[in-house]
């Protein structure tokens, strides 16, 4: 018995989510629910925490079957110097969030930017030409280049101001919430646990014209939609983006060799 559960367990097609800490993760129900649904055998998806990404090339030396991975916080970025190479999006984006392994050699890229696209199109309205990135980490650079493909201008905020493309969030105190109707969370301020906390934006100015976007799934209303609700905001949640991005990189772990 312990030999063929040996033997089973090695002949496993395996996939995963490295991040740390992975407490609040989708991935792996996400695609426990698929294979079941789908009839999809030999295949399994289990969750990495790996507390330096310093220790991520052994977690691959360790895990000789794994074909596939999803990078969530912190190491959208840093992974990067691990790959031996990355799709044309991943490179513009400069984060990555999906790792191909075939015959050794790691590839990264970006779904995360195909899931926030798909997500965002079908509620956008014509008003909604200029938008707020809150946070500058991997997931907003994905976040970026959806919009520059909607043609949607944008600024990041941030505590800091380090380039022309940031503002703090001091400065949204102005008349800027005026213009940027589209207002898109990219920072883990009030997910699962910490669910009272909020982004500090100004939401005494949020009226029913403005977008409020959050790429947190849990809770499935974080304070941040729930304040931008109360205005008359349109909200949403991460939940569609994950579900969207999840299943691209089902596809690029599948697609055969070109």
Known sequence: MIVNDFFQIANLTQYGLIGYPLG????????????????????????YPVSSIELFPQLIRDHPGLSGLNVTIPYKESVIQFLDSMGADAKQIGAVNCIRIRSGKLT?????????????????????????????????????????????????????????????????RSSMMDQYLLLINTTPVGMFPDLHSFPDIPYDQVTPRHLLYDLIYNPEQTVFLQKGASRGATIKN????????????WKIWNAPEV
């Open 108 to 172: 990264g890229y970006n779904t995360d930017y195909l899931g926030f696209q798909e997500s965002l199109s079908g509620i956008l309205q014509p008003w909604h030409q200029k938008a707020l990135i809150l946070g500058t980490g991997g997931s907003s650079r994905a976040v970026a280049y959806a919009l520059r493909k909607h043609k949607i201008d944008f600024l990041f905020v941030s505590r800091r101001k380090q380039h022309q493309k940031i503002v703090t969030y001091d400065d949204l």
């Open 24 to 47: 609040h993760s989708f991935s792996k129900g996400y695609f426990d629910r698929k294979f079941t649904r789908e009839g999809i055998q030999g295949c399994s998806y289990d969750n």
């Open 238 to 249: 991460g939940q569609q983006m994950l579900e969207f991005q999840a299943e691209a990189s």
